[in-house]
């Protein structure tokens, strides 16, 4: 196959977003410092509902999918995909994990950082926090298999939320079994950690994290809605950057100021009608996929041809939730926090098309008034990237709006055709095209 | 009941014959998926738990619109037969959340193939306290969606006689399971499969009694004698069609015991009949059922961490004696194929050969296969 182009890394339109690079590189270097200090460190993922914790009991955090991605945006995870390969790991397994095994196997034979390692590579974790969900069987299944290469314990946090819908249960009746479930596997997560780490959970510190987060979540949230404006003020591009303080930094002032200043860039950016590109002919949505984090330079080709994305599914801030007056443990206001995120589409699903991401596309469609949806097929992401074929067939019985799906994968670039991906956006414009002009 | 060969071979091959007669005299069959869905909660409603398959026979042909290549090909098999309309005899259909291609397939089921009920089982990952309650409320839900479904309450003592019954069937299968611990075992791999199979379209106490005619016939059976054939233990996923274990059987080995999920997974444990018989159940569909999705887990060590996870599969191979152990896993399935390496490394350190074998379904290549698996024949016989 042939290999992307060599310049990897989409161009950004907004200032702020150009500074996350730099925060990741900090990111790197506090764990670097907390290794030499003897801190604890912890291997987590992300949307996992336990930063908070981290960041009240001051464990450095190391995201390992984010990671895999930059090992990807420099090129860098051949050599740790091929390394995990020749460990028995198959190919077609997600390569976030693949290229993280690969990463620790390295380490562990060297008996120390694989030279070049991006930002100085991965520090030696403490613990590593995996995630029963309903979403990923990697979260659980990546972690367990990394104690072949580390001591490090594995603790499996359970995060579980109801389907959309039932034919003989009332979603309302199973809320408090749930919501009571997360919050007893946060306790035991921070028993874990006590144990783990000799770091001791101040609730009262918690609560101010929790606090934090919410406001945090908040302003992140505005920015969305400052993000309906035409012309299209940040595009997906900038907002796959944008994200990296909400998923890898939430509850520290970091992360919070740093969306109020983007908040007060895209604002400007708003009342002066700034744009991504300068003659936005077409609007787009990037769906529910992962982006080729190899390839975001993609994004520039479609502006190139005129189109934008004014708005992705992925990487979302989380919606600011309606937690009860009564609800006043920072623990139990966690486990609401997800549980609401987990389950808000359900109602209006249930009512409509019966998938919650089909709602979500219809919705994005009128309110930042698109033109076409994009899917991105990553090859070894059985997560979300099985059953776009289904959510596509149910948004066409909605919408006629144009619908691409590119094929790739997360990291390994092997399965990515840069050639055969421009003639897909190209004939896809063409499309845009001749379908602008026969409903205008 | 007198047992007669073709018995298995007449039901494995119409499996939805006997619910679909029973349906029309007005007791419904409720197809599920995976060994962690609690079938004695199915049969304690009145109803006919129905394990559901994909077809080894047939190529997919609507699945493909719905269901990308990238998905386990058992899965897409499935949703492919659900197309059909093969399972329409169904009243509808419960599948447990058991790995993430399982979970994909309860919307598109739901989306795409007309039930009257379809119900979602949350199935924690981790055994830990908190998931041991959230299971057992879990199971009231479903319970409870069942008695709205069939407008008929179901009692704890329902329950324990549902219980009790699937308890027996375990027994027996186990039983019969024993008499392939001799050698010449006088019931092969392939014999099970489809035995096994027919049990899982049946009402429970039906599969019961065909199993006791079963044993009966293979107790009176005389033993006999004959050179040395390797013994084979088979693990990993699921496969319910009996090409790949006829070709091993065909190619000289004995496929004696296995760790599969339709094989021993769903029958080698018994449920406790205790006071709460929703805690008994989810006591051991959760702690008993042995998949890789179950996140099971010893910090002292990594060697411990391997013996709680595999250990069950060599506790198997030493009491059934095999001289190898063939690791069967459907193509994408990721739970499975993330342990490859730790199994690896376990079964060696038992001094256990084992291959490797991940495939398509149905599978795609038998040939190749059949050369790899003389080979490692071979090398253990």
Known sequence: ?440 | MKFDASMVADIYQDRGKRVRELSAAGRGGVGYFCSLTPVEIITAAGLVPFRLAGSMSEPIREAHSYLETIACPFTRSALDVGLSGAYSFLDGYVVPHACDNIVKLYELWLHNIPHKYCHFVNVPHTTSRPSMEFFIEELRTFKASLELYTGQEIGAEKLRQAIDAHNKQRRLVQKIYGYRKQDPPPVSGSDMTRLLMSVMSLPVEEGNALLEAFESEIAALPRSADGKVPRIMLCGTGNEDTTFISMLEGSGARVVIDDLCFGTKPFWFEVGNGEDPLASLARSYLNDVHCPRTFRYDQRSHQDDLEVRFGHIASLAREFEVNGIIYYSVLYCDTHAFDVPDIREYLESQKLPVMFVEEEYPVSSLERLRTRVEAFLEMVG
């Open chain 1, 1 to 440: 196959m042939e290999g992307p182009r060599e310049k990897t890394t989409a161009e950004k339109s907004t200032e702020t977003s150009k500074r996350v690079r730099m925060m990741i590189k900090d990111l790197a270097q506090r764990a670097h410092e907390a290794r030499a200090a003897g801190d604890p460190i912890a291997y987590l993922f992300i949307s996992s509902c336990y930063d908070d914790i981290l960041r009240a009991m001051d464990i450095t955090t190391v995201g390992t999918e984010n990671y895999a991605g930059l090992c990807a945006a420099k090129m860098s995870a051949e050599q740790y995909l091929a390394k995990a390969e020749s460990e028995g790991y198959q190919r077609h397994l997600c390569t976030y994990a693949t290229c993280g095994l690969g990463f620790d196997a390295t380490r562990r034979e060297l008996g120390g950082m694989p030279p070049n390692a991006p930002d100085g590579g991965m520090e030696q974790p403490t613990v590593m926090l995996g995630t029963g969900m309903m979403i990923c069987d990697p979260r659980y299944k990546w972690y367990q298999a990394t104690r072949r290469y580390t001591d490090a314990p594995v603790h499996v946090l359970g995060l579980l939320n109801p389907p959309a819908y039932y034919t003989h249960v009332d979603i309302k009746d199973v809320r408090n079994y749930y919501i009571r479930y997360i919050v007893q596997e946060l306790y035991e997560l921070v028993d874990f950690l006590e144990r783990h780490t000799g770091r001791r959970l101040n609730m009262d510190r918690l609560a101010e994290v929790v606090d934090l987060s919410e406001k945090t979540i908040k302003v992140w949230h505005d920015i969305y809605e400052l993000r309906k404006a035409v012309p299209a003020p940040m595009p997906t591009e900038d907002a796959l950057n944008a994200m990296v303080p909400g998923y890898f930094m939430m509850g520290t002032q970091l992360a919070y100021d740093f969306y109020r200043e983007l908040y007060d860039e895209i604002k400007h950016r708003v009342d002066n009608k700034i744009g991504t590109i300068p003659d936005e002919k077409y609007r787009l949505l990037w769906a529910l996929s992962l982006p080729p984090w190899y390839a975001l330079v993609i994004f520039n080709y479609f502006e190139s041809q005129g189109a934008v994305f004014p708005i992705e599914v992925v990487y979302h801030p989380p919606p600011p939730v309606d937690i009860p007056a009564n609800v006043t443990n920072p623990i139990e206001r966690m486990a609401w926090r997800f549980y609401d995120s987990m389950t808000r589409g359900h109602e209006k699903a249930r009512k409509r098309s019966g998938d919650t991401n089909v709602e979500w596309f219809l919705d994005m469609i009128d309110e930042y008034k698109l033109d076409g949806v994009v899917f991105h097929q990553a090859m070894t992401c059985r997560t979300i990237h099985t059953g776009q074929l289904h959510q596509i067939n149910i948004f066409k019985k909605y919408s006629d709006k144009p619908v691409l799906l590119l094929e790739g994968d997360i990291i390994d670039v092997r399965n990515y055709n840069q050639a055969a991906t421009h003639d897909k956006v190209d004939a896809f414009i063409e499309t845009l095209e001749a379908y602008k002009a026969k409903n205008s």
